[in-house]
């Protein structure tokens, strides 16, 4: 293992070691502490009596509640998730094709969706779906939130996928387009056998952790009145008067959930940096043979 300095920072010596774990000592106290007042203050409102906690967690409430809400919102988000790598592939690719003229309006949409927040295009798309679409009977008036929830999740997660393709493909080696006009494949076949797919790879802990941001963002349609986790666990609180309760309960699971999918990425991280630095990665020439025998007659 290398001991060399970062190229940012040097390694901190002993003192600087010593100072940083004192630092986070007196951090972690001050966290204990705020988290000890805040019990103090909960447990004299009574927030953590057990009564109050007995409603929220029967069999009542997980099968008409938390895991119907629960369905809602990875159905929502498994959508989105597709549609989202749909749409960031499509417009990843037109960042990236030879006429200025497509690059620029691709730009213009991924720019634009990217910069808009992802709750203003819910309430945007809301409004339209149940104003303009869903009186054509296109949609049912009670399906708006839920389409708006998709769309907009598609929207903005497909524009930062595809800026991440775009990176990924920047990033490559040049060596890796000329490998592939130089056994005859023209710039599209490159990008389609050679680049995309090896950015792919390349980006899919980053595109992970996006599909762990749309499964977050999927709770703001409770706003827009989506009945999801979130929203479900609000309505079963209203009902028993422990909405504490029932939001406690609702983070746990988003938490658990999210500690899954960032163990899936760092674990994938893991398995990728290991075979592309290991000996048994596969050399460029002998890619470029295998994609010729797949897909160039």
Not at 11 to 20: I, L, Q, T
Not at 157 to 182: C, D, H, M, T, Y
Not at 254 to 276: E, P
Request: charged share 10%; proline share 4%.
């Amino acid at each position: 293992m290398s001991t060399a300095p970062g190229i940012l920072f040097d390694a901190p010596g002993p003192r600087a070691k010593r100072n940083v774990l004192v630092a986070n000592l007196i951090a972690l106290a001050g966290v204990l502490v705020v988290a000890a007042l805040v019990l103090l203050q909960l447990d004299r409102q009574g927030q953590l009596a057990p009564t109050q906690w007995v409603n929220a967690l029967n069999g009542n409430a997980w099968a008409n509640y938390y895991l119907p809400g629960l369905q809602f919102t990875l159905q929502s988000s498994g959508i989105a998730v597709v549609t989202a790598m749909i749409f960031g592939l499509v417009f990843g690719f037109l960042r990236l094709a030879p006429f200025a003229v497509i690059r620029g309006a691709a730009g213009v949409v991924v720019e634009f969706f990217r910069a808009v927040p992802v709750l203003v295009m819910m309430f945007f798309l809301y409004f339209f779906i149940s104003r303009r679409i869903a009186p054509t009977g296109l949609i049912a008036s009670e399906d708006s939130a839920y389409f708006a929830v998709i769309v907009g999740l598609t929207v903005y997660n497909g524009a930062v996928i595809a800026e991440l393709i775009r990176a990924g493909v920047k990033s490559l080696p040049k060596g890796q387009r000329e490998a592939a006009a130089a056994v005859g494949m023209t710039r599209n076949q490159s990008l389609r056998i050679v680049e995309v797919p090896q950015a792919l790879t390349a980006m899919l802990p980053s595109l992970l952790s996006q599909f762990v941001v749309i499964l977050k963002d999927s709770a703001l349609g409770f706003l827009i009145g989506f009945y999801e986790l979130l929203q479900y666990s609000r309505q079963l609180g209203s009902g028993y008067s422990n909405i504490f309760q029932t939001l406690v309960i609702a983070a746990v699971i988003f938490i658990v959930i999210n500690c899954i999918l960032t163990w899936l990425a760092t674990k994938l991280a893991g398995t990728l940096s290991s075979r592309t630095g290991g000996a048994t990665a596969p050399t460029t020439s002998t890619m470029m043979v295998s994609a010729m025998g797949q897909d160039v007659k």
